[in-house]
């Protein structure tokens, strides 16, 4: 998708690009979820650790060759091991955060969901476009 072509900036277009990428991501993580659950009839807890890794295995493939167009093959392995310690960070960050919104600021657990992710996605990007997916490492273009 050239979204340079429809006026919309790199940079914007890269941030675009992971609202998208992290949409079909929860897409999966949802979607693989009630696979194993409700058709497959895995135990929840089991399930969603598969669900957790197919999820992961998802975002990064969509956060390295589209949203931060990175090619370079040579450190895939670090990228992975980087993108997985953000994936952990995070979802201990979500659990941190879920709980004092819900339990010391008293908002609904769907509202603090919602922001508690808006919050992480921010820092997530950061984190891919600063230390994971550094500028300069992928050759070809930025859109």
């Given at each position: 998708?050239?979204?340079?072509?429809?006026?919309?900036?790199?940079?914007?277009?890269?941030?675009?690009?992971?609202?998208?990428?992290?949409?079909?991501?929860?897409?999966?993580?949802?979607?693989?979820?009630?696979?194993?659950?409700?058709?497959?009839?895995?135990?929840?807890?089991?399930?969603?650790?598969?669900?957790?890794?197919?999820?992961?295995?998802?975002?990064?493939?969509?956060?390295?060759?589209?949203?931060?167009?990175d090619?370079?093959?040579?450190?895939?392995?670090?990228q992975?091991?980087?993108?997985?310690?953000?994936?952990?960070?995070?979802?201990?960050?979500?659990?941190?955060?879920?709980?004092?919104?819900?339990?010391?600021?008293?908002?609904?657990?769907?509202?603090?969901?919602?922001?508690?992710?808006?919050?992480?996605?921010?820092?997530?990007?950061?984190?891919?476009?600063?230390?994971?997916?550094?500028?300069?490492?992928?050759?070809?273009?930025?859109?």
């Open positions: 998708m050239n979204l340079l072509a429809i006026g919309v900036n790199s940079k914007n277009a890269k941030l675009l690009k992971y609202l998208v990428s992290g949409g079909i991501a929860a897409a999966t993580n949802i979607g693989t979820l009630y696979l194993f659950v409700s058709v497959l009839h895995f135990w929840y807890i089991t399930a969603s650790g598969i669900s957790f890794i197919v999820t992961f295995v998802v975002s990064f493939t969509l956060q390295k060759f589209w949203t931060f167009n090619q370079n093959l040579e450190v895939l392995k670090k992975i091991g980087l993108s997985f310690v953000i994936a952990i960070v995070n979802l201990l960050l979500n659990i941190l955060y879920m709980y004092g919104l819900v339990e010391y600021v008293h908002l609904h657990y769907l509202y603090a969901q919602v922001l508690t992710t808006a919050i992480i996605a921010i820092g997530s990007f950061a984190a891919y476009q600063y230390l994971v997916f550094k500028p300069g490492t992928a050759p070809g273009p930025t859109d």
